[in-house]
Nanobody, 117 residues
Framework: QVQLVESGGGLVQPGGSLRLSCAASGTIFSIYVMGWYRQAPGKQRELVATITSGGSTNYADSVKGRFTISRDNPKNTVYLQMNSLKPEDTAVYYC???????????WGQGTQVTVSS
């Protein structure tokens, strides 16, 4: 019904930058909220950032001031610009989307981000 495909992960040195993208496709009229979550080895999946169709954003405290979420509504695409990356940002990053408030969430397959020297 709805497919999410992430791209942009990779290996980067501490202090470096990466930009993740997530494109949604399928039977979509509009997407209420899109976001990014991450899961490090041995840890639970956690919220990174979300953005509504109106542009309201929410960030985890650990990434405030370093990460920026944005979206292109006509393209059903969400981006995550990650600057000043730290080793603790290493994780699999997952894209998430809810078409309507309170509706089911859709997940992408994840993209690996590794921050290491």
């Amino acid at each position: 019904q709805v497919q999410l495909v992430e791209s942009g992960g990779g290996l980067v040195q501490p202090g470096g930058s990466l930009r993740l993208s997530c494109a949604a496709s399928g039977t979509i009229f509009s997407i209420y909220v899109m976001g990014w979550y991450r899961q490090a080895p041995g840890k639970q999946r956690e919220l990174v950032a979300t953005i509504t169709s109106g542009g309201s954003t929410n960030y985890a405290d650990s990434v405030k001031g370093r990460f920026t979420i944005s979206r292109d509504n006509p393209k059903n695409t969400v981006y995550l610009q990650m600057n000043s990356l730290k080793p603790e940002d290493t994780a699999v990053y997952y894209c998430n989307a809810h078409l309507v408030p309170g509706g089911r969430g859709y997940w992408g397959q994840g993209t690996q981000v590794t921050v290491s020297s």
